[in-house]
């Protein structure tokens, strides 16, 4: 089991990593981040409304079952959001630089990561 701080240095090791982020999304509030070149705490805000309305979505629409994870591609950046199964209300944060990564390996790693977050 791994705590914040080892889940954030293990998601910064990923091929391509700009930043990284565990985000509350009750709240919006950022847990531990790693990175630069994103502002994560307005990042950590933004996508919380995202998760908090696509669960909404979900609700209207009785599809049962939870987010496995949630992909952005922008010009240059890849986004994942991963909502985490043992800690309800968290989800991890990641931002890819395109051109770097490879969005399989990371999506593994960052579900490999999500799996080992100790409940906080």
Known sequence: MANINETLS????????LGCAI????SGMLLGSAGAGVDLE??????SEV??????TMK???IEGGI????ITLGTQLHIIRPS???EGLFLYQVLDKKNSNLALARRKVLD????????
Do not use: H, P, W
């Open 42 to 47: 307005l990042a950590a805000a933004g996508n």
């Open 60 to 62: 209207s629409l009785g």
């Open 51 to 56: 998760v908090k309305a696509k669960l909404n």
């Open 85 to 87: 199964t043992s800690n």
């Open 10 to 17: 293990g998601l910064m090791d990923i091929d391509g990593a």
């Open 23 to 26: 985000v509350d999304y009750t």
């Open 68 to 71: 496995e994870d949630i992909l």
């Open 113 to 120: 990561l999500e799996k080992s977050l100790q409940r906080v």
